[in-house]
């Protein structure tokens, strides 16, 4: 297995938004990107590299959107030979699938593998394939969720762009020029998914229940905007909705703790304690950020009046978000 050395990344707030919804992201002001680890092949990989642009793409290769990408990665950067690639296989899996992508005489670039997600979660990856553009000096130019039908037109220009090539302002061009003739029906109910979420970060639930409906409506497919669609229903209090919507996923095609997480709100909604605290506990592990998984199994140990289990609970809870790492006393 091969085990990542040191992995950072941070992102701006707007660009923190579109992940935590699942959009494809292609702006990213001043954040940052660096890696350092070592392929399935044992050899070092570290990003940013000098003088040349990166494309990070994170996979898993038995879906077939991320063969498509990976496909598409091969055509675009025969073209440009100054551009460095590597691939990231998360999954289950990922240890024999890696290598056999490191063995395709058609993949010639570094391959990881990430079979807890802790690469792919520490990038705040959620969706598969997400393909990151990073420049010479490791800023990261762009961060596409998915593969949109723009995906190759889209890629190309953000790599001219971080080559030098092309200057900003015919980057902006060239990714918008067919925004509205590919705007699909995932990108509408992206959107409306992206206002329910800032209506209740504005305590507004009756608005944000409209535009939740307004998203339903264009019946998304995308395993990564059911899942958030999942989420947000369960935080409108519709845990039927939620649970109709997670059937919908293959449970291949996102993380286990993600969809355990969300089981588990559903069980804790309904009282199903017993439930609840299996999935939730589930949800604590392999997870990058637990956070939520740990408060919610708080509420369950609260009600069973398990105090000290409670307690530890809320406390982890507190020491997974930023804030509370930095308040955690050291360890002994």
């Given at each position: 297995m091969s085990t990542p050395k040191k992995v950072w990344c941070g992102l701006a707030p707007a660009l923190l938004i579109a992940l935590s919804l699942g959009l494809p992201a292609t702006r990213a002001q001043d954040a940052k990107i660096e890696l350092a680890a070592r392929d399935v092949q044992g050899h070092e990989l570290k990003v940013p590299v000098a003088g040349h642009p990166t494309l990070l793409v994170f996979v898993r290769t038995d879906q077939a959107q991320?063969?498509?990408?990976?496909?598409?990665?091969?055509?675009?950067?025969?073209?440009?030979?100054?551009?460095?690639?590597?691939?990231?296989?998360?999954?289950?899996?990922?240890?024999?699938?890696?290598?056999?992508?490191?063995?395709?005489?058609?993949?010639?670039?570094?391959?990881?593998?990430?079979?807890?997600?802790?690469?792919?979660?520490?990038?705040?990856?959620?969706?598969?394939?997400?393909?990151?553009?990073?420049?010479?000096?490791?800023?990261?130019?762009?961060?596409?969720?998915?593969?949109?039908?723009?995906?190759?037109?889209?890629?190309?220009?953000?790599?001219?762009?971080?080559?030098?090539?092309?200057?900003?302002?015919?980057?902006?061009?060239?990714?918008?020029?067919?925004?509205?003739?590919?705007?699909?029906?995932?990108?509408?109910?992206?959107?409306?998914?992206?206002?329910?979420?800032?209506?209740?970060?504005?305590?507004?639930?009756?608005?944000?229940?409209?535009?939740?409906?307004?998203?339903?409506?264009?019946?998304?497919?995308?395993?990564?905007?059911q899942l958030r669609a999942a989420r947000l229903a369960l935080a409108l209090g519709d845990a039927p909705t939620a649970e109709a919507l997670l059937a919908k996923i293959s449970p291949q095609s996102v993380p286990a703790a993600q969809l355990n997480l969300v089981h588990g709100g559903i069980a804790l909604q309904q009282e199903k304690w017993a439930d609840a605290q299996r999935l939730l506990t589930a949800a604590t592990q392999l997870n990058p950020d637990p956070a939520e998984a740990w408060y919610r199994l708080g509420l369950v140990y609260q009600h069973q009046q398990d105090w000290p289990h409670a307690a530890e609970a809320f406390r982890k809870a507190c020491e997974s978000t930023p804030a509370g790492r930095l308040l955690a006393p050291p360890a002994p």
């Open positions: 991320s063969q498509k990408a990976l496909a598409e990665i091969r055509t675009l950067v025969k073209d440009r030979p100054g551009v460095l690639v590597a691939a990231v296989v998360s999954g289950e899996m990922s240890e024999s699938n890696a290598g056999a992508l490191a063995k395709d005489p058609q993949w010639t670039w570094p391959v990881l593998s990430d079979p807890d997600y802790q690469v792919s979660g520490k990038m705040k990856v959620c969706a598969w394939p997400t393909t990151m553009v990073v420049d010479a000096g490791g800023a990261l130019v762009a961060h596409i969720g998915g593969y949109p039908s723009s995906f190759a037109t889209d890629v190309a220009a953000h790599l001219d762009f971080a080559a030098g090539k092309i200057d900003q302002a015919t980057r902006t061009q060239r990714t918008s020029a067919h925004e509205v003739v590919a705007d699909s029906t995932d990108q509408k109910a992206a959107r409306h998914l992206q206002v329910t979420q800032r209506l209740l970060e504005q305590a507004m639930p009756d608005a944000a229940r409209a535009e939740f409906a307004k998203a339903l409506q264009f019946n998304p497919t995308d395993p990564l905007l």
